[in-house]
């Protein structure tokens, strides 16, 4: 069969013109614009969990640390910081500071006017860390063990008697010397 052209046109060859390309090419590219937005989204947040979970891992690890430390929980408190990187150099963007404070906690039963006030200490652990956008802070209460006097009131400088004056019982933790 023969094919007839009308008014000068020519016969279709396939392929598309150059708009359609454009088209197409402009639909492709806003797309991946998209994707690679939400991909640099989600790698954002995968950190800043990273970090949030690593910083409360190292604060736990951290308020075990300063429990079993007896120097730490004499007289009426201290305080101090530093960063975790004497840990684990791959930590050391973390920085933690806490503070022990001897507290009054009025227990006091309006019945029995005799009773004394009981005392605790109060922990209050900060850590901060490079994708956080406030520091984890961390607040613990731990008894003060009967026996256990103020520095500036002890006869012996603060220091509690044999067994006492930690948190949690007065036991020697594994491979701790007494004081």
Known sequence: MRCWRIAGRRPREGGFTLAEVMVALA????????????????????????????????????????????????????????????????????????????????TNDPNEPSEKPKEIFRLVLVVGGPELEEPIRLEALFPIEQGMQPQDEAGGGGKPAEGEGKPGGGEEAPGEKPP
Not at 34 to 59: C, F, N, P, Y
Not at 82 to 87: A, L
Request: charged share 30%.
């Open 27 to 106: 639909i492709v590219a806003l797309t991946t614009v998209m994707l690679l937005s939400q991909r640099v989204d989600l790698i954002r947040e995968a950190r800043h969990t990273r970090d949030v979970r690593t910083a409360w891992v190292l604060a736990a690890q951290k308020t075990a640390d300063l429990e079993l430390d007896p120097r730490l929980w004499r007289g009426d408190g201290t305080s101090g910081g530093g960063d975790f990187g004497e840990m684990n150099p791959e930590f050391r963007d973390f920085n933690w500071e806490y503070a022990i404070v001897r507290e009054e906690v009025p």
